[in-house]
């Protein structure tokens, strides 16, 4: 069993907006190439060309609808580590090769000390562990360690590699343990949530839900609804006849 | 703590290019470690993405690596379609396609059929074709979108996505029709999520709910082909409640042009015109008739007006009022056919006018009108709209999105601040002011075409027929069949070759699509097509020459293949001459560039044109003394053609010195300049230029000052578009021009100078009957793939390697069907095999799927068991390329009457349900094809072992 820090300086996250996700993949596939020649390399594809393609991403996306009739709405959920506050993948590692990190409480795995028994596969309630079939150990999202304090890189671009990509900014990236963070604003301002909250396992990132829509069902409720003057509609010659006042009265 | 090192180097060296894993054409930067590419991002500095990267574009890498790439030229020994071949060596592949091509140059120019796919060179392609002389070139458009385009630039000089884009900062209400994912993607992804940050409201208007629908305010979940009729219905609606720009209407419009009222005369419905040409319009303040454009008028947009010769003339705006007032366009009347309650569509009108009109701008920013006129603010109407295949891909595409653009200068939001603005080298003359060349007369034996291939016609002595009225262009483009086909009918030419429909060809020349599978309507009819013999036991198409990079399944139908690079091995010009990257801010350009060696025998396609050129003479291509003009191949190209002087490929940078924005001598620095530059060149206008610039004098006279404009004359919309009465004229016999019988009709309904809804289904005429095929089937790109590239890329492969069709809960629940059920989509051609998938968010009565999924066996490196192949399945199988028999056994191609665009979106079906024991796979399924010679694909990947780590 493995043990974790009492208290981590900070809580470096994701803040994911599921009101603005498309669904295009941009994260998924800019994660997989960042990190398969990144810490995580390589992430392995088994059978790529072939019946059953398949390999390891540490950021899945999935498209599904909720709701029924005029409720009805899609939504694509991002998912990948959470980098809980009490990840029990980490405390059920039996070699310490899972670990939260005291600085900034990233969860990572040391691939030379992972022996790859799954265990924080089971453990992890949200599927965010993958195991990679070539190395024969367990990998999983390193919020981009190797980037956001690489200097490397310019100081713009130190975010996880998922959040650079985003096309619509639906991800953001900092310090969910300092409230003034922007982060921790925008989580405070749209009620951003924790996914499986139940479990208590603290996730640090969070999601921030669908904005209310505004379409028949909340045109109605709206306090100012658009108004508009009543159409006489049928009569050609009355609109003709606005079209000419406008005009005169333009040109006075 | 193990040991980490959390700065390591990510490469030796970033290369900064252009993307091409779908049509958006974004800055990418891509990092090279040990000569290999480690790792592809968005350049945070690039006009285009400004630093995002979408799912294809991060996975470039796997593009690149793709075992499906070809490895060196190769040349038929089965039979067309077997897939088999032998490699040779580039010498001999020049030499004979040198032969093949040279002679028929030297016979008859036409028999020769050049047709680009998805390529971004078309002002190379286009410009070889012209120097071979050839009237039979056209890139892909004819199949994509040139509904729009043609309807954008006849109607206000501008068109959706590459010439036009929303004023993404500003705009409070976005109308987004039909599917749009597949162009201009990361830009528009870029702005929804920026606008629903702002609290800008974005309505889709879609038949299914997917991507940007999803995140739409509203989901407008219309019947596909009616948004045309909803759109006039916003019209009537915003008529109705007097909200429209009546001064935009009279300063930028033709809104006041005098239309001639003498039923069955030539002129009826002509623009009355003074004696220089001008249009006339009645001026409310001198009382008299005043040739327009002119400064200080006072319009009328009413009335009846006496002209000079004692006849009537009636303003345009009072056409238009009195066709979208007609209680045939209230929402009422439109609800049916479009499945939207009429209330929405009130509701939707107010939005519309409460956005435009409640929520106007007013920039502090002076401009000067072209007549001299100074405005000490720019005014906006904050509504903006987008359309693409949506709305394109319908018979009736072309009146709809002029339909589209007609609401949107009701409401004065073209080109103002939070509308829809263009992006320069746009606005250009309405229409552009190019003919196409193709004529009899044009086509000689080794000489050039005089002009243009793909052009504007405004009348019928335009168009490109023989004396009895005869398509003279093997695809039939502006013939009486397609007068406005201003990016030609692809989709027509095998089929019209193969019949000898208008005639016989010797040889195809294609570039980049695929042809025989997922470009091509009616897959068998075409495949039959490909491989027909006549008599003697020679094909009909006697030679096909084709160039790409991967084993598409065209490969298999071609007798000599050229195989081309990866993007990151190649030039590219995304060119101001072509189609650019600009933004409404600015003109930019931008190129590509090797970033590595190709490790195969293999050259980019535009380097090839050029030999090709030389090696056949063409005088563009060859210097006085023989040799060949550009020695250097394409980057020589790049820099030293002038396609009038001063003008080239690239506008910046010019000047010997480089000091010239587009015009400007051949500057041999120019590339190194690009390549320094992230890849790209951006001129930014001055704050005076950004807004009204069909009508800003700064604007104009800058414009014609760097070519883009043939003069400063503002650009008047168009409202009511006389060259289409012109042609409706000729075919009711008004004119005396010889119009063959059998298109009269057509051409007369079609060529409505005011736009107008019509069901898709109307143009087919003896259509199969609604009873048999009462649901209507179309296709959505899925974000992450483009075409059919996208399933030979490891990682997007397994995102999505197979498609279901997706069918309505309710109508799934009437015809007994489940999740991972088998049905049969059943047609007026066919039938076709598809798994089932249950949804909400879709119209009731349409049924969908993700567009080039399926693969046939053999193709693109794929395993014989790749669910591409034994589940992916097309909907093309079921798509005819003509539409039924008219009287008298003429058939039209299944595209629209005035553009010849492709009609993809029109098919009806019915579903059956599989019988217990049917197998779980796709019909129809093809002979495998051969694999043409490629790389051998792994059985595992770990790209990026050698790079990766955590310690130093």
Redesign the interface.
């Known amino acids: 069993m493995t043990s974790l820090p009492q208290r981590t300086d900070r809580k470096l996250g994701l803040v994911i907006d599921l ?8 994260c ?3 994660c ?20 059953d ?3 390891a ?1 540490l950021n899945r ?1 999935h ?1 599904y ?1 909720v ?3 005029a409720a ?5 959920f991002p998912r990948s580590c959470l980098h809980c506050e009490t990840p029990a993948c980490v405390t059920v590692c039996p070699t310490g090769a899972s ?1 939260k ?1 005291a600085e900034d409480g990233i969860v ?1 795995v ?4 992972c022996i790859g028994c799954k265990l924080c596969s089971w453990a992890c309630p949200y599927g965010a562990r993958e195991y990679d ?2 190395h024969g150990v367990m990998k999983k999202c390193t919020l981009c ?2 980037r ?6 310019p100081e ?2 130190r975010v996880p ?1 998922c959040v ?7 991800r953001a990236f900092g310090d969910l343990g300092d409230p003034q963070s922007e982060v921790s604003r925008s989580v405070a301002v749209r009620g951003g949530y924790n996914l499986l909250e139940a479990f208590g396992y603290q996730p640090v990132n969070k999601y921030l839900p ?2 209310e ?4 069902t909340t ?1 109605a409720r709206s306090a100012s609804p ?4 009543t ?4 009569s ?1 010659e009355r ?2 006849a ?3 006042r ?3 009265a ?2 006075t | ?2 040991p ?7 490469s030796d060296e970033v290369k900064a290019t252009t993307c091409y894993m779908c049509a958006c054409r974004c800055g990418i930067l891509v990092h090279l ?1 040990d000569g290999e590419v ?5 350049n ?1 500095d690039h006009p285009v ?1 400004k ?9 470039g ?1 796997m593009q690149h690596l793709s ?1 499906a790439r070809l490895r060196a030229p190769l040349l038929r020994t089965g039979e067309r379609g077997k897939g088999e071949f032998k490699e040779i060596s580039w010498e001999e592949a020049l030499s004979l396609a040198t032969d093949w091509l040279g002679e028929v140059r030297d016979r008859d120019p036409k028999r020769l059929a050049f047709f680009t796919g998805r390529d971004q060179s078309q002002s190379l392609t286009g410009y070889w074709a012209i120097q071979y002389g050839t009237p039979n070139y056209a890139a892909h458009g004819g199949f994509c979108s040139v509904n729009m385009a043609a309807a954008g630039l006849y109607t206000f000089g501008g068109a959706f996505w590459e010439f036009g884009e929303p004023d993404w900062e500003r705009t409070e209400y976005f109308l987004l029709f039909g599917v749009a ?1 597949d162009h201009g ?2 830009p528009i ?2 702005a ?3 606008l ?2 702002r609290g800008a ?1 974005i309505v889709a208007v879609n038949p299914v ?7 739409a ?3 407008i979940g219309i019947k596909p082909g009616t948004d045309g009729l909803f759109v006039a219905a916003l019209i ?2 915003l ?5 429209i720009d ?2 935009y209407l ?1 300063r930028y419009t033709n809104a006041p042009w005098l239309v001639i009222d003498a039923p069955g005369t030539a002129e009826h419905g002509l623009f009355a015109r003074d004696e220089a040409g001008k249009a006339l319009v009645h001026d ?2 001198t009382g008299q008739l005043v040739g327009a454009p002119a400064a200080g008028l ?1 319009p ?4 009846r007006h006496t002209l000079a010769d004692g006849r009537a003339g009636q303003p345009v ?2 056409l238009l ?2 066709r979208y ?1 007609d ?1 045939h366009h ?1 929402p009422e009347a439109a609800a049916e056919a479009t499945g939207v ?1 009429a ?2 569509i ?2 939707i ?3 519309l ?2 956005a435009a009109f409640t929520k106007e701008i007013r920039l502090a920013q002076p401009w000067t009108d072209w007549t001299g006129e100074t405005h000490a603010e720019m005014v906006g109407r904050p509504v903006s709209m987008h359309a693409m295949r949506g709305i394109s891909a319908h018979a009736n595409g072309f009146h709809t999105c002029r339909l589209i653009h007609i609401l949107q200068i009701l409401l004065g939001s073209i080109d103002c601040p939070g509308g829809f603005r263009y992006k320069p080298p746009y606005p250009k003359p309405v229409p552009p002011p190019l003919k196409p060349f193709g004529k009899p007369g044009h086509v000689k034996p080794r000489e050039p075409l005089g002009g243009p291939h793909l052009g504007f016609p405004t009348s019928p002595a335009d168009l490109l027929v023989d004396d009895e009225g005869k398509p003279t262009r093997i695809d039939k483009a502006f013939s009486w069949e397609a007068p406005f086909a201003a990016h030609g009918l692809m989709h027509m030419v095998i089929t019209n070759a193969a019949l000898g429909n208008p005639y016989s060809i010797d040889v195809l020349f294609l570039y980049m699509a695929n042809m025989s599978w997922n470009s091509t309507m009616n897959v068998p009819a075409v495949l039959e097509h490909l491989t027909a013999k006549d008599e003697t036991g020679a094909y009909k198409i006697p030679k096909i020459i084709y160039s790409d990079a991967y084993a598409s399944e065209m490969v298999a139908y071609a007798d000599l293949i050229l195989p081309d690079t990866t993007y990151l091995e190649r030039y590219d010009c995304i060119s101001l001459l072509d189609r650019p990257i600009s933004e409404a801010d600015g003109p930019a350009d931008a190129i590509r560039h090797p970033v590595v060696t190709p490790d195969r025998d293999v050259r980019g396609f535009q380097e090839v044109l050029i030999d090709l050129g030389h090696r056949l003479k063409l005088p563009a291509f060859t210097s006085p003394d023989g040799s060949p003009k550009y020695p250097g191949g394409y980057a020589d190209y790049i820099v030293n053609h002038e396609r009038s002087p001063g003008i080239g490929p690239l506008a910046g940078w010019r000047g010997e010195d480089g000091a010239n924005f587009g015009k400007g001598k051949p500057n041999p620095d120019q590339l190194r300049r690009y390549i320094e530059s992230g890849g790209f060149h951006m001129h930014h206008l001055k704050p005076e230029q950004r807004f009204y610039k069909h009508a800003n004098k700064d604007y104009l006279e800058w414009a014609t000052a760097v070519g883009f404009m043939p003069s400063s004359e503002p650009v008047i919309f168009q409202l009511y578009v006389e060259p289409m009465q012109r042609f409706r004229l000729a075919a009711e016999g008004r004119t005396g021009e010889s119009v063959p019988e059998q298109h009269r009709a057509r051409v007369a309904r079609y060529f409505d100078p005011l736009p107008f809804w019509y069901p898709p289904e109307d143009v087919a005429g003896a259509g199969p009957s609604r009873t048999a095929y009462p649901i209507h089937a179309v296709t959505q790109r899925p ?2 793939m483009y075409h059919s590239w996208g399933t ?1 890329n ?6 999505t ?1 197979e498609n279901r069709l997706y069918v309505h809960r309710d109508l799934g629940r009437r015809l007994g069907l489940a999740d991972d059920d088998w049905v049969w989509i059943v047609g007026a051609l066919g039938r076709v095999k598809a798994p089932v998938r249950l ?3 879709c119209h009731p009565d349409t049924v969908w799927t993700w567009n080039a999924i399926g693969k046939r066996q053999g193709a693109w ?3 014989p ?3 591409e192949t ?1 589940k992916g399945f097309l909907l093309n199988h079921l798509i005819s390329e003509l539409m039924p028999e008219q009287a008298g056994g003429y058939r039209y191609s299944n595209s629209d009457p005035v553009t010849g665009q492709a009609a993809w979106y029109d098919l009806m079906v019915r579903l059956e349900r599989c019988a217990p024991g049917e197998p779980h796979e796709t019909s129809p399924r093809f002979e495998p094809l051969g694999r043409p010679t490629q790389i051998d ?9 050698a ?4 310690r130093s």
């Not at chain 2, 630093?51 to 996975?59: D, M, Q, R």
Request: glycine share 10%; net charge neutral.
């Open positions: 009101d603005i996700c498309v669904g295009c993949h941009g998924a596939t800019s997989k190439e960042w990190n398969t020649g990144g810490y995580s390399a390589p992430l392995s594809d088994q059978d790529p060309y072939g019946a393609p398949h390999g991403w996306i498209a609808e709701g029924e009739g009805s709405r899609t939504v694509h670990y990190r990572l040391n691939p030379d000390t079939y070539a360690v190797d956001i304090y690489n200097t490397n890189i713009r671009d590699a650079k990509a985003c096309p619509t900014g639906a669908p904005r829509r505004r379409d028949a045109a658009p108004t508009m003057p159409s006489d509609g049928t050609i609109f003709f606005w079209v000419d406008t005009l005169s333009k040109e | 703590m193990p980490l090192d959390t700065s390591r180097p990510v470690k480690r790792y592809i991002e968005g945070p993405n630093g995002v990267i979408c799912g294809k574009g991060a996975a890498i075992p994912e993607s990361n992804k870029k929804l999520g920026t629903k940050k409201k709910r997917t991507g940007y629908g999803a995140i305010d509203e989901w009537h609606e008529l109705a409640t007097r909200k009546l001064d009279a409310l303040a006072k009328a947009l009413t009335g705006f009072a009022a009195e007032l209680p209230a309650p209330s929405t009130r509701r009108a107010a939005e006018a409460e974000m992450h030979q490891a990682w997007l492969r397994q995102i390697n949804m909400t968010g490196a794929l395993d068991d790749a669910p034994t694909a792994p059985r595992e990947l770990r790209f990026g072992e790079f990766g780590g955590r």
